[in-house]
């Protein structure tokens, strides 16, 4: 690997603390233009303009299979690669970004998949398997819906983390930021259950050996208890987008909101308007009498 590179991700890992998955995928596009640039002689502190598109236009087509890439895809690409050349300017290593002019192509905003409270009930308080299992994994559903919990900041506690009686967990979210959140009754009682069954400290989520639920398993965990109730696709950011936007339509503000998610930024918070708003819409159009077609006359 490119010694710029290694020098990189380990300034991802120690001093922004950057997720594994993101210095993976860091990683992995990097090394791909390493390998592009190292076809003419050329390493990435040789990197132009020129090269970087020429690199981004010919990984579209071969990790795409000659089809467009999505918009977002592309995007991470850019993403990675001005973060890198950031970082090697300020390391002085290079003394032009040829980053500096590179455009991301807009990405459409989606708004964050939610469920409806029923369905967010079901799938927390029926989840599947039988036993020890079904008690972790009505805790882990009960405590990533109630505390709006991202899948690794789950699988990442402790049982010192919780707090039971002032039903209060600390979470070490993106960035190693720590931020305390509340949880309700319904998590509190599942996760007396859990750390009965399981006692000991340590990780709080375990495997069947053990050792510490690895995120994998937790979306697998989301995606079968949403299936056992009859709801596809469910995966563990719905449950966090359900928190989210339960909290909004039950008079919670924004800056609540941003805190209990760990959002670094109020923007992030504020597309949960948009989701409100649109079920308030479907919810109107479904419900209200004067919202319906014309009736048809009577003869």
Not at 42 to 68: N, V
Request: with cysteine; net charge positive; charged share 25%.
């Amino acid at each position: 690997m490119d010694t710029d590179l290694q020098r990189w991700l380990a300034y991802l890992r120690a001093e922004k603390g950057a997720s594994v998955h993101t210095v993976r995928a860091y990683r992995s596009n990097l090394d791909r233009l390493s390998s592009h640039l190292a076809r003419s002689d050329r390493t990435l502190r040789d990197a132009s303009l020129m090269d970087i598109r020429s690199w981004l236009s010919a990984d579209r087509i071969s990790r795409s299979g000659g089809r467009p890439l999505a918009p977002a895809s592309m995007a991470r690409r850019i993403s990675a690669v001005r973060s890198f050349y950031k970082w090697m300017l300020r390391e002085e290593l290079i003394t032009i970004n040829p980053t500096a002019r590179l455009s991301s192509p807009r990405v459409p905003r989606r708004s964050p998949r939610f469920f409806d409270v029923p369905d967010a009930a079901a799938v927390v308080e029926r989840p599947t398997q039988q036993g020890w299992f079904k008690i972790r994994n009505q805790a882990l559903l009960e405590l990533m819906y109630g505390a709006g919990l991202r899948v690794s900041e789950a699988v990442g506690l402790n049982v010192s983390h919780v707090d039971l009686d002032e039903r209060l967990v600390r979470v070490l979210g993106k960035g190693s930021k720590e931020r305390i959140v509340p949880f309700g009754p319904p998590a509190e009682q599942a996760l007396r259950n859990w750390i009965r069954q399981m006692g000991g400290e340590g990780a709080l989520f375990r495997n069947r050996s053990g050792g510490r639920l690895s995120s994998r398993s937790a979306w697998r965990i989301v995606r079968d208890a949403g299936l056992n109730n009859g709801l596809t696709g469910a995966h563990p950011h719905a449950l966090r987008h359900s928190c989210a936007t339960h909290l909004l339509g039950s008079g919670a503000d924004l800056r609540t909101i941003q805190e209990q998610l760990g959002h670094a930024s109020l923007s992030t918070t504020q597309r949960y308007t948009h989701v409100d708003a649109a079920h308030l819409l479907q919810v109107y159009r479904s419900a209200h009498p004067r919202a319906q077609g014309p009736s048809e006359p009577e003869d």
